[in-house]
């Protein structure tokens, strides 16, 4: 099973709205990360938030972490048809291995 | 800087065959990782190398998946008799220490087995 899950599994917005994607996980953790992959593309990190973390920014993005509940949300302002991608969280435990749950797609239609 | 580079982008073997697939990381970067990609399985860890030596492979199948780190600037991936479930994206990634910071993964081979 997936230590890390990532929900829905699939979403659809218009260009220039907001977009959320959600993330539990099953472990303790020292840092979650979210990851964005373009088709043909490999994953590339978006944000890294640590465990004592509680909101972390980046441009449009917005992470949010609630340890107490072992879940996370990414959201996206002002979606652009580049924001089109499949979005990963990723949970690492003390140096373990980096766990990425199947991810959910966004598709930003004009 | 170049990215993180994985040869060849794609692969069709047939059944029995044997695949290599090599990981060039990024200058300085000192671990390693290797992911296999799935629409099933989404992103699997396979095996991590920190300064070329081998920590962690438990997500490697025991019988026929092989990796090396033989110095700082590659890595490969060795399948031998390859099955089409094999079949998935390959992907390499690469970060300054290991887990906790930011991995950098390459555009990924993919191999076909048919």
């Known amino acids: 099973s997936q230590l890390a899950e990532e929900n829905p599994w699939a979403l659809s917005v218009h260009e220039g709205e907001s977009v959320t994607v959600n993330c539990s996980y099953k472990t303790s953790i020292t840092a979650l990360q979210w990851y964005r992959q373009k088709s043909g593309e490999g994953p590339a990190q978006l944000i890294l938030?640590?465990?004592?973390?509680r909101e972390k920014r980046n441009g449009r993005l917005r992470a949010t972490l609630d340890t107490s509940s072992q879940s996370s949300s990414l959201s996206i302002t002002a979606t652009r048809c580049e924001d089109t991608a499949v979005y990963f969280c990723a949970t690492d435990s003390a140096g373990n291995k980096l766990t990425f749950g199947i991810g959910t797609r966004v598709l930003v239609r004009p | 800087n170049a990215g993180v580079i994985q040869t060849p982008r794609h692969k069709v073997t047939g059944k029995g065959q044997e695949a290599t697939l090599w990981c060039e990381p990024i200058?300085?970067?000192?671990?390693v990782f290797w992911y296999r990609q799935t629409i099933v399985q989404g992103l699997e860890f396979l095996t991590y190398f920190r300064n070329q030596a081998p920590i962690d492979d438990s997500g490697m199948p025991k019988e026929r998946f092989s990796a090396q780190m033989p110095n700082q600037s590659h890595s490969t991936l060795k399948i031998q008799s390859t099955q089409p479930q094999d079949s998935a994206v390959y992907l390499c990634?690469?970060?300054?220490w290991g887990f906790g910071n930011t991995l950098y993964f390459g555009e990924g081979s993919r191999l076909i087995v048919v």
């Open positions: 938030i640590r465990s004592n973390e």
């Open positions: 990634a690469s970060s300054e």
């Open positions: 200058s300085g970067h000192s671990a």
